[in-house]
């Protein structure tokens, strides 16, 4: 927190340590001041991702992009306990989540410009 004045975190893997790191005392302090935005998809009630999205393997580039199906439902327990610890701490930042959303550069790609927008906007 001393070092940047932001963060935009897509998909994020919150470990414990890093969860326990933003509840630690004085965290909320150094953290209020910044802009924080937390991103993710996954399957949200009645909207799963799919397992296989055959546009995740178009380019010869990135012929195989799986964009792992289960990846940011697996996340989401880390993602709402550091939301759970910033909410208790008074810190303030953006959350958006997109249901049935990817974990890959494709799915960020279409995304991209809310936490551009949150950063750098006006």
């Not at 509840?23 to 150094?30: F, T």
């Not at 580039?61 to 289960?70: A, K, L």
């Not at 494709?106 to 949150?118: F, G, Q």
Request: glycine share 8%.
């Amino acid at each position: 927190p001393t070092l940047f004045g932001s963060a935009a975190c897509m998909s994020p893997c919150f470990q414990p340590g890093t969860i326990a790191a933003t509840a630690a005392a004085g965290a909320a302090n150094a953290l209020r001041d910044k802009s924080i935005y937390i991103d993710n998809g996954g399957d949200v009630d009645d909207v799963k991702v799919p397992w296989f999205d055959p546009a995740d393997h178009v380019t010869s580039e990135h012929w195989w992009n799986p964009g792992y199906f289960w990846l940011d439902t697996q996340l989401q327990p880390g993602i709402d306990a550091v939301r759970f610890a910033f909410d208790m701490m008074g810190v303030d930042y953006t959350y958006h989540r997109v249901p049935g959303a990817r974990h890959n550069e494709r799915a960020w790609a279409w995304r991209i410009d809310k936490p551009l927008m949150h950063l750098y906007g006006r």
